[in-house]
């Protein structure tokens, strides 16, 4: 059987500062109660808001009168757009017009692997309406850790870089445009000025993003509320029932009332 895709409650026109063209950005929407804050689902690198904890969180959120709002970067899911123009910053941009646009009390921030970095961005542009931060596997500066001498050689050149991947997209590409803004938004060599509650979930048996990542976040983070889970066996995906059921309940003691 086949699993289908959820359709968009939308399209959301938007124009990227750089003049590029209008891109319609898919989202889903389940409006928070007034006053209470909305579940902004990050995905990973080449993901989309179809991913089994996005679909758990948005599932969850909506069975417990929560808000929660799902999105598909520009070139990835069912949105438009060519995936080799996107980057870090374009990503941030619409995400930070979409809240706008559907969230306008506080938020809650949940970024898986990339959306982890992604989520952190946001945040500091958000200020004090972002609310409390909760990262999968987060990656901040993988376009620095996760790649050796060589291949950043490569892309700093202007090329493409490939690697196999075991946990979707094979050979997944890595596009000079993105690896430069990455390197330009690196945050784990300074404080990162943060002061919210921030939770980390972590498998440790992560052979994408090591667990270090996340104890370097919760040093570099300013913020006195920062915990750390490591998940015995768990792997980057952390998408296993008990994993999943880990999420809801992070995401539950961060905003219990419904």
């Known amino acids: 059987m086949t699993d289908t895709i959820p359709a968009p409650d939308g399209f959301f026109p938007h124009a990227p500062a750089d003049g590029a063209p209008i891109r319609a950005i898919a989202w889903r ?6 006053g209470a804050a909305t579940i902004v689902f990050l995905p990973g690198y080449m993901s989309d808001m179809a991913g089994g904890k996005a679909c758990a969180v948005f599932d969850w959120a909506r069975a417990s009168g929560r808000g929660c709002l799902l999105l598909d970067y520009s070139g990835c899911g069912q949105s438009d757009g060519d995936f080799a123009d996107g980057t870090l910053s374009r990503w941030a941009d619409e995400v930070c017009a979409l809240i706008a646009a559907k969230a306008s009390g506080p938020v809650v921030l949940v ?5 982890g970095w992604l989520m952190l961005l946001v945040a500091l542009r958000l200020g004090d309406q972002a609310q409390a931060l909760v990262g999968i596997a987060p990656a901040p500066d993988f376009t620095q850790w996760g790649f050796d001498a060589q291949a950043q050689a490569l ?19 890595t596009h000079a445009g993105f690896w430069a803004d990455g390197q330009a938004n690196r945050l784990l060599g300074q404080t990162i000025p943060l002061d919210c509650p921030v939770r980390l979930l972590h498998g440790q048996d992560d052979d994408v993003v090591p667990t270090d990542i996340s104890m370097r976040l ?3 983070l300013r913020s006195d509320d920062v915990q750390v889970s490591l998940i015995k066996g768990g792997d980057h995906r952390l998408s296993r029932p008990g994993d999943i059921a880990l999420l809801l309940h992070t995401l539950h003691a961060l905003m219990p009332a419904a």
Request: proline share 12%; hydrophobic share 25%.
């Open 218 to 220: 919760m040093a570099a």
């Open 155 to 173: 892309l700093a050149s202007g090329a493409t870089h490939y690697r196999d991947n075991a946990y979707g997209y094979d050979p997944t590409p």
């Open 29 to 34: 929407h389940t409006p928070a109660p007034d």
């Open 111 to 115: 970024g898986s692997s990339m959306g």
